[in-house]
T-cell receptor, first 114, second 115 residues
Framework: AQSVTQPDIHITVSEGASLELRCNYS??????LFWYVQSPGQGLQLLLK??????LVQGIKGFEAEFKRSQSSFNLRKPSVHWSDAAEYFC????????????FGQGTTLQVKP | GAVVSQHPSWVICKSGTSVKIECRSL??????MFWYRQFPKQSLMLMAT?????????EQGVEKDKFLINHASLTLSTLTVTSAHPEDSSFYIC???????????FGPGTRLTVT
């Protein structure tokens, strides 16, 4: 069965420091992978997605992610974190048969220290 | 563009009553909408897939008679929690299929508290 694992439940980084959020997936075929951010009172916002092609994907707000098939990973990175990046981050994979159904990881809470 | 709204944003109801939550795509048409449930500090769990003009498809373990879903138009899907109980208290989130690249657009969610 398809699954997504985000090993880090909570991460704290200092403002200006680099960030990497980990995501590992289990999927039988080539996955469609997504990173979403959830802020209080707001809907989930898509940061970036990977379908095919270049394994390094650029997203909004300065985020990027790299698809590594050999490691079944799709880690999210940002070179310099801003206080406004504090939020909940979810990695997701599309479901079997690419029906559009998303399977989400457990989420990682990012706290940014001033 | 691609805005999804939910109404109400929060609701408190008494045990045994029913509550309806609306999900609207404001500036695009969505043949498919999804309903998720999110417990505090937890991930989103897909409850059902809603297709315009047809019956919803429920995920395993979701009671279709308790969570009634109607997708009457290309811009509106509703979730009715029938005979609500305290254990139904949760954060309910809908999303709409944008039709391009399997991207989903999410509503802001509805906080349901059953007393």
């Amino acid at each position: 069965a398809q699954s997504v694992t985000q090993p880090d439940i909570h991460i704290t980084v200092s403002e200006g420091a680099s960030l990497e959020l980990r995501c590992n997936y289990s999927y039988g075929a080539t996955p469609y992978l997504f990173w979403y951010v959830q802020s209080p009172g707001q809907g989930l916002q898509l940061l970036l997605k990977y379908f095919s092609g270049d394994t390094l994907v650029q997203g909004i707000k300065g985020f990027e992610a790299e698809f590594k098939r050999s490691q079944s990973s799709f880690n999210l990175r940002k070179p310099s974190v801003h206080w406004s990046d504090a939020a909940e981050y979810f990695c997701a994979v599309s479901g079997s048969g690419n029906t559009g159904k998303l399977i989400f990881g457990q989420g990682t809470t990012l706290q940014v220290k001033p | 563009g691609a805005v999804v709204s939910q109404h109400p944003s929060w609701v408190i109801c008494k045990s045994g009553t029913s509550v309806k939550i609306e999900c609207r795509s404001l500036d695009f048409q969505a043949t498919t909408m999804f309903w998720y449930r999110q417990f505090p500090k937890q991930s989103l769990m897909l409850m059902a897939t809603s297709n315009e003009g047809s019956k919803a498809t429920y995920e395993q373990g979701v009671e279709k008679d308790k969570f009634l879903i109607n997708h009457a138009s290309l811009t509106l899907s509703t979730l009715t929690v029938t005979s609500a109980h305290p254990e139904d208290s949760s954060f309910y989130i809908c999303s709409a299929d944008g039709g391009i690249g399997y991207e989903q657009y999410f509503g802001p969610g509805t906080r349901l508290t059953v007393t």
